[in-house]
Every structure is written in C-alpha cells, then in structure tokens.
C-alpha cells in the first residue's frame, strides 16, 4: 500500500492540473458552439471574422464580406466576438488621442528623424558638385 500512494497521489495531481481544466474549456467551447445564433459576430479558428447567416445541425454559413459566406463546421467557430457600438469606437480613438503618455518629443527640440531648424539654418546648402566632392573625399578616407 506504501508503494502505490505515491502513484495516486501523481494520478491525482494530473488530473486536477492537466486533465480536468481541459475538459473544463472543451465544455465551455462546446457550449459556446451550440449557442450560436444569427447575426452573432464570430472569429472563426482560422482567424477569420465575419457574422453568422444560418445554422443547420453540422455547419454554419457565416458572412465575411458582402457577397462572400463561407460554409464551415461548428468546430471552426473559435470564438464569438462582442458588437462594438460606433460610439465605444469612437471614444476609443478619442482617448488614445487625448493620452499623454504617448510618445512626444520635448518641447523646442526636433522630434527623431526631423532636421534641427536652428542647424538647417545656420550651414548652407550645398551644390550637387560640392555634394560629390564631400562624398568622394569621404569615400578616400575610408
């Protein structure tokens, strides 16, 4: 008896860890997949996104794009996605416009890639001879 409590106790221990979680999610896709309804905006497990047509017992017609509806079993819908209401889209873009923790450069200086205005001002601008010759001689000291 000694010799076979170890055993169960790593039966067990798999079977809360790795088996029962997984049966647990099974389920749930299951009864996501069987609760489906017209109109419900899915994401199928191919990654694609479109809305669901018609439902017959083994496949489902969903809408991808005007004129496009793909026939594919339950098994493909991955996921339904929640509607998004125009206004939710546009306080989204409202407050990520308003965010201040966006990425902005100090106040005077040119942001990254931006030519200093005081330093364009300052060196002239150069022939395309004289852009040669700089090159060249550059190129020789290489």
Known sequence: ????????????????????????????????????AAGDEVMLTS?????????????VLVNVADGVTLKVVRAAIGQVTPKESPLEDAAESEAVADDPTEDESVAGAPAAGEPD???????????PEETLERLNKQGENR
């Open 47 to 59: 990654g694609i996104f479109g809305t669901v047509e018609a439902i017959a017992d083994d496949h």
């Open 1 to 36: 008896m000694a010799t076979v409590l170890p055993f169960l106790v790593i039966i067990i221990a798999f079977w809360f860890l790795l088996i029962r979680p997984q049966q647990k999610k099974q389920r749930q896709v299951r009864e996501m997949q069987s609760a489906l």
């Open 117 to 127: 205005a005081q330093s364009a001002a300052e060196t002239p601008e150069e022939t």
